[in-house]
């Protein structure tokens, strides 16, 4: 037997689209929202104090006949080590015979698919289109979902960035300016100037768990979308009330997440992303509306792209075939 094993540098010479991963992680909110997944909470270990952390992430994809687990870890204090915050690992299994078929780098996955998961959120709950956007922490995480609305709404002309870290914000305006071309990126002065206007807002800092709030519920404009990777990490939990929707990627993950202290002052949300792209519960219903989605990251969402990535690579002759 032998498997196939994947490099970041491998993953990332497929070239594969944000479009096609959009696709695949909406089929994968789909497949969930009809009851054809099996998806346990995130299983958390904590080797040392803070917010540093160790996730196993299994998932299998009934219909796309998908089994995998992500074995990831983050550490803010990695970017003092000149390491990146979040590394991790995916393994796929054969479905049917349960022997392992690749494992591969899991970092680039990571940033895409969560991207991937606003996007499909945006579908559902955001504005039909969107003229102004908001980016709100400028790492990793602010750039796929940069990528993420740009490619799902094609009219952007404008794009307002914010980091408390004045490096990171030049830096990843200076380098979107170069990567795409007719959409103006400005500088905002501040966190209001950043998302007032603004027709989606994406914040992606750092996930305390008693976050200090620097982003008030009034300045997200009517008929506007927030979508919060950071665990409500800068908007006022005030927010989450006053919007007209709230859902989330998963419940179970979610209520786990309650129980270490996180959304403290979060209400439930009436609906999970699957529900809303199976047909379920409906999504925006109206232009004014104010919508919410907070997409954690789920394990679904990593065995699809995964799925796609190991599909792509057979294909092309990618990667290292080793014995088991």
Same mark, same amino acid.
């Given at each position: 037997?032998?498997?196939?094993?994947?490099?970041?540098?491998?993953?990332?010479?497929?070239?594969?689209?944000?479009? $096609?991963?959009?696709?695949?992680?909406?089929?994968?909110?789909?497949?969930?929202?009809?009851?054809?997944?099996?998806?346990?909470?995130?299983?958390?270990?904590?080797?040392?104090?803070?917010?540093?952390?160790?996730?196993?992430?299994?998932?299998?994809?009934?219909?796309?006949?998908?089994?995998?687990?992500?074995?990831?870890?983050?550490?803010?204090?990695?970017?003092?080590?000149? &390491?990146?915050?979040?590394?991790?690992?995916?393994?796929?299994?054969?479905?049917?015979?349960?022997?392992?078929?690749?494992? +591969?780098?899991?970092?680039?996955?990571?940033?895409?698919?969560?991207?991937?998961? /606003?996007?499909?959120?945006?579908?559902?709950?955001?504005?039909?289109?969107?003229?102004?956007?908001?980016?709100?922490?400028?790492?990793?995480?602010?750039?796929? /979902? &940069? &990528?993420? +609305? &740009?490619?799902?709404?094609?009219?952007?002309?404008?794009?307002?960035?914010?980091?408390?870290?004045?490096?990171?914000?030049?830096?990843?305006?200076?380098?979107?300016?170069?990567?795409?071309?007719?959409?103006?990126?400005?500088?905002?002065?501040?966190?209001?100037?950043?998302?007032?206007?603004?027709?989606?807002?994406?914040?992606?800092?750092?996930?305390?768990?008693?976050?200090?709030?620097?982003?008030?519920?009034?300045?997200? *404009?009517?008929?506007? +979308?927030?979508?919060?990777?950071?665990?409500?990490?800068?908007?006022?939990?005030?927010?989450?009330?006053?919007?007209? *929707?709230?859902?989330?990627?998963?419940?179970?993950?979610?209520?786990?997440?309650?129980?270490?202290?996180?959304?403290?002052?979060?209400?439930?949300?009436?609906? $999970?992303?699957?529900?809303?792209?199976?047909?379920?519960?409906?999504?925006? =219903?109206?232009?004014? =509306?104010?919508?919410?989605?907070?997409?954690?990251?789920?394990?679904? $969402?990593?065995?699809?792209?995964?799925?796609?990535?190991?599909?792509?690579?057979?294909?092309?002759?990618?990667?290292?075939?080793?014995?088991?």
């Amino acid at each position: 037997m032998e498997l196939r094993y994947l490099s970041r540098a491998d993953v990332e010479s497929l070239c594969i689209s944000m479009a $096609d991963i959009i696709a695949v992680v909406e089929e994968g909110f789909r497949r969930k929202g009809m009851g054809e997944t099996q998806m346990p909470p995130k299983i958390a270990i904590h080797s040392r104090p803070g917010e540093a952390f160790l996730h196993a992430m299994p998932a299998y994809v009934g219909g796309l006949d998908i089994a995998a687990i992500k074995w990831v870890g983050g550490n803010e204090e990695n970017l003092k080590r000149g &390491l990146p915050n979040i590394t991790g690992l995916i393994v796929i299994n054969d479905a049917e015979t349960m022997v392992p078929l690749a494992i +591969m780098d899991g970092s680039w996955i990571t940033a895409m698919r969560t991207g991937a998961a /606003n996007a499909v959120a945006m579908k559902y709950l955001g504005p039909a289109s969107a003229d102004t956007v908001a980016v709100v922490g400028c790492g990793v995480q602010g750039r796929s /979902n &940069l &990528l993420a +609305m &740009l490619t799902h709404y094609t009219g952007i002309a404008r794009v307002q960035c914010y980091d408390v870290v004045p490096q990171a914000l030049e830096a990843f305006v200076g380098e979107a300016e170069t990567r795409y071309d007719g959409v103006e990126f400005v500088a905002a002065a501040g966190p209001r100037a950043a998302v007032e206007g603004a027709d989606v807002v994406v914040t992606a800092g750092p996930s305390p768990k008693h976050p200090s709030p620097y982003l008030r519920a009034d300045w997200l *404009k009517q008929g506007a +979308m927030a979508a919060p990777v950071d665990y409500m990490g800068a908007w006022d939990a005030q927010l989450a009330v006053e919007v007209e *929707k709230l859902i989330t990627d998963d419940h179970a993950q979610m209520d786990y997440y309650r129980s270490k202290g996180y959304f403290a002052d979060i209400p439930r949300p009436y609906a $999970d992303l699957g529900e809303v792209v199976a047909g379920l519960k409906p999504g925006r =219903e109206c232009p004014e =509306e104010r919508t919410m989605s907070i997409c954690m990251g789920i394990a679904v $969402d990593d065995a699809v792209t995964a799925g796609l990535v190991y599909e792509r690579a057979c294909a092309a002759g990618v990667g290292a075939e080793l014995p088991l």
